[in-house]
């Protein structure tokens, strides 16, 4: 698939972060919107967000702006779009029926090896992509926002995708950069956030239980625990926690099952304690789309910081 045509079908947030990962790995992409105006200012915000990101020298790939720009072309004609797509990533908004009626255009204009990929974080590969001609070709390739900085890509297959077309999907992913882990069959909310899940529902009973603050709940993750998770998973640390994974549990077992017995029911996600953890996390009551955007720059920063350590290692 190396340096052929990729098309992007929607030019959101999700939509041009895959632009720039690609373009970044040399790929000609094909940036899609049924807005023509969305098309446009994707266009502009690519390059603005590629001339910052060489300022501060975390411009991925080896070709400049320039070059990774005049790999990316706009359009709002869904067939010229398509034109010549070897690989198609959808990032449309979160809902099946928009999905499904977008997958059944698609399959109606492409040849048999194209692969049409999906970067919802939660549908059902199942429900997308069932009854379509060219269902062997379908994939989910859910990225971790934002992708240009977080490499993981959940690839989850529908029952009837083709080996190949998981294979082909996984060695594109590598090519730009990406970290892509294959899932056997779909399971609800996938593995990221199966497993963010059992956290955040961690997190609210032990600050509805009064055990701990809101922020040092959190500072438990980004001082503890996500030091190492950002080389390591939970099973490998446990592997080294020990001599070996069998020693752990053999050691830890009996403990782990008498904590994780007094785990209590799911959370509501609703009421007081929302409230609480939600005044908690606020600097102040004002200028809270100020905080947001402060924050999250902030985050990108440390984050593109990180993702460089990790490469250097
Ligand atoms: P977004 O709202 O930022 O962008 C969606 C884009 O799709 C818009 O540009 C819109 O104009 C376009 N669009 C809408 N209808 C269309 C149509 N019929 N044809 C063509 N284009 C159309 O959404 P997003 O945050 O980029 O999310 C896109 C997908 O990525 C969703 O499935 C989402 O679940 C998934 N995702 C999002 C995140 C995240 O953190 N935002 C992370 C991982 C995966």
């Given at each position: 698939?190396?340096?052929?045509?990729?098309?992007?079908?929607?030019?959101?947030?999700?939509?041009?972060?895959?632009?720039?990962?690609?373009?970044?790995?040399?790929?000609?992409?094909?940036?899609?919107?049924?807005?023509?105006?969305?098309?446009?200012?994707?266009?502009?915000?690519?390059?603005?967000?590629?001339?910052?990101?060489?300022?501060?020298?975390?411009?991925?790939?080896?070709?400049?702006?320039?070059?990774?720009?005049?790999?990316?072309?706009?359009?709002?004609?869904?067939?010229?779009?398509?034109?010549?797509?070897?690989?198609?990533?959808?990032?449309?908004?979160?809902?099946?029926?928009?999905?499904?009626?977008?997958?059944?255009?698609?399959?109606?204009?492409?040849?048999?090896?194209?692969?049409?990929?999906?970067?919802?974080?939660?549908?059902?590969?199942?429900?997308?992509?069932?009854?379509?001609?060219?269902?062997?070709?379908?994939?989910?390739?859910?990225?971790?926002?934002?992708?240009?900085?977080?490499?993981?890509?959940?690839?989850?297959?529908?029952?009837?995708?083709?080996?190949?077309?998981?294979?082909?999907?996984?060695?594109?992913?590598?090519?730009?950069?990406?970290?892509?882990?294959?899932?056997?069959?779909?399971?609800?909310?996938?593995?990221?956030?199966?497993?963010?899940?059992?956290?955040?529902?961690?997190?609210w009973r032990l600050v509805e239980d009064e055990v701990i603050?809101?922020?040092?709940?959190?500072?438990?993750?980004?001082?503890?625990?996500?030091?190492?998770?950002?080389?390591?998973?939970?099973?490998?640390?446990?592997?080294?926690?020990?001599?070996?994974?069998?020693?752990?549990?053999?050691?830890?077992?009996?403990?782990?099952?008498?904590?994780?017995?007094t785990?209590g029911?799911?959370?509501?996600?609703?009421?007081?304690v929302?409230?609480?953890?939600?005044?908690?996390?606020?600097?102040?009551?004002?200028?809270?789309?100020?905080?947001?955007?402060?924050?999250?720059?902030?985050?990108?920063?440390?984050?593109?910081?990180?993702?460089?350590?990790?490469?250097?290692?």
């Open positions: 698939l190396q340096k052929e045509n990729i098309m992007i079908f929607g030019s959101g947030l999700i939509g041009r972060s895959w632009a720039m990962v690609f373009a970044s790995g040399g790929f000609r992409v094909k940036l899609y919107d049924i807005v023509k105006e969305q098309v446009t200012a994707a266009l502009e915000d690519i390059r603005k967000q590629m001339e910052d990101l060489k300022k501060s020298g975390m411009l991925r790939g080896t070709l400049s702006v320039n070059e990774q720009m005049s790999l990316i072309s706009g359009s709002s004609d869904l067939k010229t779009a398509l034109e010549d797509a070897v690989f198609i990533q959808e990032c449309v908004p979160e809902s099946l029926e928009l999905k499904q009626k977008i997958f059944s255009e698609i399959d109606l204009h492409v040849n048999d090896t194209t692969i049409i990929s999906s970067s919802t974080s939660c549908l059902s590969p199942t429900k997308m992509f069932n009854g379509l001609k060219h269902v062997k070709n379908c994939i989910v390739a859910h990225p971790v926002n934002p992708p240009y900085y977080v490499p993981l890509v959940e690839l989850v297959p529908h029952p009837e995708t083709d080996v190949a077309t998981v294979e082909k999907t996984y060695t594109l992913m590598k090519n730009i950069g990406q970290s892509p882990v294959k899932l056997m069959k779909e399971t609800d909310g996938f593995v990221l956030n199966r497993l963010q899940y059992a956290v955040i529902s961690e997190a603050s809101p922020r040092d709940v959190d500072i438990v993750m980004s001082e503890g625990l996500g030091m190492r998770y950002a080389f390591l998973g939970p099973l490998e640390t446990a592997h080294l926690n020990a001599e070996g994974f069998k020693s752990y549990c053999e050691r830890y077992g009996e403990g782990i099952k008498r904590v994780l017995g785990f029911p799911v959370p509501e996600f609703s009421g007081k929302a409230e609480k953890i939600d005044e908690a996390l606020w600097d102040q009551q004002n200028d809270k789309n100020g905080q947001l955007e402060a924050r999250r720059e902030w985050r990108n920063t440390c984050l593109s910081h990180l993702a460089k350590l990790k490469n250097e290692m």
